[in-house]
T-cell receptor, first 109, second 114 residues
């Protein structure tokens, strides 16, 4: 079973920041937080991952709370092409990814 | 650099038959993982191969098997197909062992069992 809890769906206005929350209260010290997304009818796409520190790349930012029990994925300027299901996954580096149901993000014009 | 390719993209089989799906990873990637995606169960891990060795296996019956070749290409086989095997089968490649390094997914093979 997935170790994360995400809201089933969210809406975001185009051009605004999309903040996707994820709870992982039982995370262990050696477990990373990974984010993937799946646009309809395509394979999942890696977005970002982190262990303790906040991370940023060209796609998004990942904010992890100090106690590591929750995190937020931030898409700074959402576009219609960001409409997708977003998966938050907690896993060690040597165990398979366990995908939950994710959050369906709808970016609205 | 070319992405992960999967063949065929679509497949229709009859119950009881067997099927073989193919995955070509990104050049230089040595790890290949397979997933099954259905509307009811979501994305589920099948197995991972690295350097021709199976490293991890998900909770699927023995009818599901796989292998990896020396050029890192991978195949998965499903024998004695059941209606419930209808799904999107996704392959992902990674540059290192361990399923949770950044994985690049292919477009998938959509299998329909009638």
């Amino acid at each position: 079973d997935a170790k994360t809890t995400q809201p089933p769906s969210m809406d975001c206005a185009e051009g605004r920041a999309a903040n996707l929350p994820c709870n992982h209260s039982t995370i262990s010290g050696n477990e990373y937080v990974y984010w993937y997304r799946q646009i309809h009818s395509q394979g999942p796409q890696y977005i970002i991952h982190g262990l303790k520190n906040n991370e940023t790349n060209e796609m998004a930012s990942l904010i992890i709370t100090e106690d590591r029990k929750s995190s937020t994925l931030i898409l700074p300027h959402a576009t219609l092409r960001d409409t997708a299901v977003y998966y938050c996954i907690v896993s060690t580096r040597n165990t398979p990814l366990v995908f939950g149901k994710g959050t369906r993000l709808s970016v609205i014009a | 650099k070319a992405g992960v390719t999967q063949t065929p993209r679509y497949l229709i089989k009859t119950r009881g038959q067997q099927v073989t799906l193919s995955c070509s990873p990104i050049s230089g990637h040595r790890s290949v993982s397979w997933y099954q995606q259905t509307p009811g169960q979501g994305l589920q891990f099948l197995f991972e191969y690295f350097s021709e060795t199976q490293r991890n296996k998900g909770n699927f019956p023995g009818r599901f098997s796989g292998r990896q070749f020396s050029n890192s290409r991978s195949e998965m086989n499903v024998s004695t197909l059941e209606l419930g095997d209808s799904a999107l089968y996704l392959c992902a490649s990674s540059s290192s062992a361990g399923s949770t390094f950044e994985q690049y997914f292919g477009p998938g093979t959509r299998l329909t069992v009638t």
